[in-house]
């Protein structure tokens, strides 16, 4: 039965030559659109680590301010506490923040020192 009444598909009747035109269009878009990607998660590494800094800076003072409120409220004190721990916090937020920054930093010296040598060729 297949002799007969067989169905051709749609890129039978198609010469070969433009089979491959159209396929090494679509392999250039494709690559031209892999080239964007890589730039935009680039973008969104470098935006996810400065939303990482801020969070940590708002998350110390969070908890300095936390714990500062909790100590007067059972103390019965003036805010002193609330001073002195949300400084304490700022403090621990940034110290964390320049520790990010560090370790971005180590990273990218790592990458540079990593592409030198792959430039060099030894």
Same mark, same amino acid.
């Given at each position: 039965m297949r002799g007969k009444w067989a169905v051709s598909g749609p890129l039978? *009747?198609?010469?070969s030559d433009r089979l491959n035109a159209?396929?090494?269009?679509? *392999?250039a878009h494709k690559k031209a659109k892999a080239v964007e990607?890589?730039?935009? +998660? +680039? *973008?969104? %590494? #470098? %935006?996810?680590? %400065?939303?990482? #800094?801020?969070?940590?800076?708002?998350a110390g003072l969070g908890i300095g301010f936390g714990v500062g409120y909790g100590l007067d409220w059972v103390f019965g004190t003036l805010p002193i506490f609330l001073v002195i721990f949300t400084l304490l916090g700022l403090a621990a937020g940034i110290k964390t923040m320049l520790n990010s920054a560090q370790e971005l930093g180590e990273k990218q010296a790592a990458k540079a020192a990593e592409a030198k040598d792959d430039a060099r060729g030894d």
């Open positions: 039978d *009747d198609l010469p159209l396929q090494d269009r679509i *392999d990607d890589l730039h935009q +998660k +680039k *973008d969104y %590494a #470098m %935006a996810n680590l %400065a939303w990482r #800094m801020v969070i940590e800076l708002v």
